[in-house]
């Protein structure tokens, strides 16, 4: 059984940065290429970033070009998301996920507010 545990969300301010992390367990972590969705209420789960096998390859919507940082450590079996300069936009649920899986975990709720 999967399990994806993200961390590391919490209330910042605007140009404030976050680090977030998801642990996984129960899967063979390296064999998959990972990545960041958000979602915010009502709406649909948006990508946000993905991180290949190696890290070989490095993906970001436009909207956070520049500003967040993916990263994986295989040893960890963990995904991190570095955010930096967040704006009120960026305040969603962040979640991980193995790509081409139906694996999600609860996520974790990032809230930028001044």
């Known amino acids: 059984q999967v399990r994806l545990v993200a961390a590391g969300g919490g209330l910042v301010q605007p140009g404030g940065s976050l680090r977030l992390s998801c642990a996984a367990s129960?899967?063979?972590?390296?064999?998959?290429?990972w990545a960041w969705y958000r979602q915010t209420p009502g709406n649909q789960r948006k990508w946000v970033a993905s991180?290949?096998?190696?890290?070989?390859?490095?993906l970001y919507t436009d909207d956070v070009k520049g500003r967040f940082t993916i990263s994986r450590d295989d040893d960890k079996n963990t995904v991190f998301l570095q955010m930096n300069n967040l704006k009120l936009e960026d305040t969603a649920v962040y979640s991980c996920n193995p790509l081409n899986t139906n694996d999600w975990g609860q996520g974790t709720q990032v809230t930028v507010s001044s």
């Open positions: 991180v290949f096998k190696g890290s070989a390859t490095l």
């Open positions: 129960g899967i063979n972590f390296r064999d998959y290429a």
